[in-house]
């Protein structure tokens, strides 16, 4: 069975402030595919970024970050120097194996004030 | 790319009434779109995979009959709530497989049931 623990509920910072956001997951699948999803007050789920689990090369993008390491089965996500755009939900996923359906962890609310 | 509509985005009905709420794939085109439920401060729940020309799959505990779906195209499935309750009344999400067996989402459905 497949299982994502975020383990960070609620995560409250000040602009400019970097802020990582934890992922752990759990499959027996070697073959495998992790996702964050940002979830603003509008309800849409925003793809951010998408990690098979035979590239294990950390990924940048502008202010994004995400480190991934299968030794500890994590994928983290950072944000630096956060900006009030940043207050969302952010969800991260797994889908493994030859099933296509996505195993979401709970999300952290991230709120980022002025 | 990978947009992902979904029509109507709020609707408030009596309940008894059925309604129909529709996710377009719109510049891809989706083998398999799914359906998920969210309530208030918590994750995704899945209900169905729908794939295209064949009978959707329900997730555990998921009524077949009350959640009709329909993917009759590539582009466009459609989720049918019957007889409404307020129970049903929730935040309804779709989502597209498109590049890379990514998972882009519509903006969600907010249903209402008087």
């Known amino acids: 069975a497949q299982k994502v623990t975020q383990a960070q509920t609620e995560i409250s910072v000040v602009e400019k402030e970097d802020v990582t956001l934890d992922c752990v997951y759990e499959?027996?699948?070697?073959?495998?595919?992790l996702f964050w999803y940002k979830q603003p007050p509008s309800g849409e789920l925003v793809f951010l970024i998408r990690?098979?689990?035979?590239?294990?090369q950390n990924e940048i993008s502008g202010r994004y970050s995400w480190n991934f390491q299968k030794s500890t089965s994590s994928f983290n996500f950072t944000i630096t120097a956060s900006q009030v755009v940043d207050s969302a939900v952010y969800f991260c996923?797994?889908?493994?194996?030859?099933?296509?359906?996505?195993?979401f962890g709970k999300g952290i609310t991230l709120s980022v004030r002025p | 790319g990978a947009v992902v509509s979904q029509h109507p985005s709020r609707v408030i009905c009596k309940s008894g009434t059925s309604v129909k709420i529709e996710c377009r794939s719109l510049?891809?085109?989706?083998?398999?779109m799914f359906w998920y439920r969210q309530f208030p401060k918590q994750s995704l729940m899945l209900m169905a995979t729908?794939?295209?020309?064949?009978?959707?799959?329900?997730e555990q505990g998921v009524e077949k009959d009350k959640f009709l779906i329909n993917h009759a195209s590539l582009t466009l499935s459609t989720l049918t709530v019957t007889s409404a309750h307020p129970e049903d009344s929730s935040f309804y999400i779709c989502?597209?497989?498109?590049?890379?067996?990514?998972?882009?989402f519509g903006p969600g459905t907010r249903l209402t049931v008087l």
């Open positions: 990690r098979n689990s035979f590239d294990e």
């Open positions: 996923a797994l889908r493994a194996g030859a099933n296509s359906k996505l195993t």
């Open positions: 729908s794939n295209e020309g064949s009978k959707a799959t329900y």
């Open positions: 989502s597209a497989e498109g590049f890379f067996d990514t998972q882009y």
């Open positions: 510049d891809f085109q989706a083998t398999t």
């Open positions: 499959t027996r699948d070697t073959t495998y595919y």
